[in-house]
C-alpha cells in the first residue's frame, strides 16, 4: 500500500493531537505537523509534499480580538495561497456551527470557509468543510471554551460548578467521532455538499450534564460495562481522565 502524505496544521491541538495519534498507528500514513510554533516557510515546504492538508489550526478565546482574522483567517489564507502556487490539493477545514452566529470567532470561521470554497473551486480540487458543534473528551482545556471539559475538571476535583441556565441545551460530539470522520475523508475522499455536518452528535441539557457527572463522581464502583448508553459511556471516559490526572 502507498503511504499517504498528510499535512495537519494545528497539531498539536486537542483535536490534532488524537488525529496524529489515531493516524500515526497506521504505516499507510506520513505525517507533516505544523503548529502555532512554525513559520510560514515551514508551512510551504510541508505544503508541497502533502498529499491532503487538515487544517485544524485556529483560534477560539484569545485575550487580542484581532487573533480571529489574524490565524482563523489569515493564517487560512495564507495556507491556500501556498497550496494554489505550489501543490493543489484536497483541504480537509474544521470549521463551527458558530459560522451562523454574529460574533467574532464565527465571522472569522465562516471567512476562512469562503477562502477554501474559493481555493476549491478555482483549483478544481475538493474541499470539505466541517462544522463541528462542541467537542469533547479527554486532553480538552478546562475554563477555556468547553463546558464538558471545566464540568469534568471541576467535579472531579472537588470545585463547585456554575450553571446559569440548567435547561439549556448544547449540541456535542466525542473527539475520536472526528478524528474517525476525517479519517475516513482522507482515505476516502468522497463527495459530500459543504458544510458538512458531522455525525453522530449528542443534545444535552446542561443540568442533565452535570447530573450525569456528579453521578460519576459518586459512584465509585460504576464501570463503563455498565453504561448502555454511548454518550454516557463517551462522557464517562472523559470524566475518568480529569479524575485520573488530576488535571
Same mark, same amino acid.
Given at each position: 500500500? *502507498?503511504?499517504?502524505?498528510? %499535512?495537519?496544521?494545528?497539531?498539536?491541538?486537542?483535536?490534532?493531537?488524537?488525529? /496524529?495519534?489515531?493516524?500515526?498507528?497506521?504505516?499507510?500514513?506520513?505525517?507533516?505537523?505544523?503548529?502555532?510554533? #512554525?513559520?510560514? #516557510?515551514?508551512? $510551504?515546504?510541508?505544503?508541497?509534499?502533502?498529499? @491532503?492538508?487538515?487544517?485544524?489550526?485556529?483560534?477560539?478565546? +484569545?485575550?487580542?480580538? $484581532?487573533?480571529?482574522?489574524?490565524?482563523?483567517?489569515? =493564517?487560512?489564507?495564507? =495556507?491556500?495561497?501556498?497550496?494554489?502556487?505550489?501543490?493543489?490539493? !484536497?483541504?480537509?477545514?474544521?470549521?463551527?456551527?458558530?459560522?451562523?452566529?454574529?460574533?467574532?470567532?464565527?465571522?472569522?470561521?465562516?471567512?476562512?470557509?469562503?477562502?477554501?470554497?474559493?481555493?476549491?473551486?478555482?483549483?478544481?480540487? &475538493?474541499?470539505?468543510?466541517? &462544522?463541528? !458543534?462542541? /467537542?469533547?473528551?479527554?486532553?480538552?482545556?478546562?475554563?477555556?471554551?468547553?463546558?464538558?471539559?471545566?464540568?469534568?475538571?471541576? @467535579?472531579?476535583?472537588?470545585?463547585?460548578?456554575?450553571?446559569?441556565?440548567? #435547561?439549556? $441545551?448544547?449540541?456535542?460530539?466525542?473527539?475520536?467521532?472526528?478524528?474517525?470522520?476525517?479519517?475516513?475523508?482522507?482515505?476516502?475522499?468522497?463527495?459530500? *455538499?459543504? +458544510?458538512?455536518?458531522? &455525525? +453522530?452528535?449528542?443534545?444535552?441539557?446542561?443540568?442533565?450534564?452535570?447530573?450525569?457527572?456528579?453521578?460519576?463522581?459518586?459512584?465509585?464502583? %460504576?464501570?463503563?460495562?455498565?453504561?448502555?448508553?454511548?454518550?454516557?459511556?463517551?462522557?464517562?471516559?472523559?470524566?475518568?481522565?480529569?479524575?485520573?490526572?488530576? *488535571?
Amino acid at each position: 500500500m *502507498d503511504t499517504r502524505k498528510i %499535512l495537519i496544521t494545528g497539531s498539536n491541538g486537542f483535536i490534532g493531537t488524537k488525529l /496524529v495519534n489515531y493516524l500515526s498507528e497506521r504505516e499507510s500514513y506520513k505525517i507533516f505537523k505544523y503548529n502555532h510554533l #512554525d513559520d510560514l #516557510d515551514t508551512l $510551504e515546504k510541508y505544503s508541497k509534499e502533502s498529499e @491532503i492538508v487538515v487544517h485544524l489550526a485556529g483560534v477560539n478565546r +484569545p485575550k487580542n480580538p $484581532e487573533s480571529f482574522d489574524k490565524v482563523n483567517r489569515g =493564517l487560512t489564507s495564507s =495556507l491556500v495561497d501556498i497550496l494554489a502556487k505550489n501543490n493543489k490539493v !484536497p483541504i480537509i477545514f474544521s470549521s463551527s456551527t458558530q459560522a451562523k452566529d454574529h460574533n467574532y470567532y464565527g465571522e472569522s470561521k465562516l471567512e476562512a470557509e469562503k477562502i477554501i470554497q474559493d481555493y476549491s473551486q478555482s483549483n478544481n480540487v &475538493r474541499s470539505y468543510i466541517l &462544522r463541528l !458543534p462542541g /467537542v469533547f473528551g479527554s486532553g480538552c482545556k478546562p475554563n477555556y471554551n468547553s463546558v464538558v471539559a471545566t464540568f469534568c475538571h471541576n @467535579i472531579a476535583n472537588d470545585i463547585p460548578i456554575k450553571i446559569h441556565d440548567p #435547561d439549556t $441545551e448544547i449540541t456535542l460530539i466525542y473527539v475520536f467521532d472526528v478524528v474517525i470522520n476525517i479519517a475516513t475523508m482522507i482515505q476516502h475522499l468522497p463527495h459530500i *455538499d459543504n +458544510p458538512i455536518s458531522l &455525525r +453522530p452528535v449528542r443534545k444535552v441539557r446542561v443540568g442533565r450534564l452535570a447530573e450525569l457527572l456528579n453521578k460519576f463522581n459518586m459512584e465509585a464502583e %460504576l464501570s463503563m460495562q455498565s453504561l448502555s448508553d454511548p454518550f454516557e459511556r463517551d462522557l464517562y471516559e472523559t470524566y475518568l481522565s480529569y479524575k485520573n490526572n488530576g *488535571d
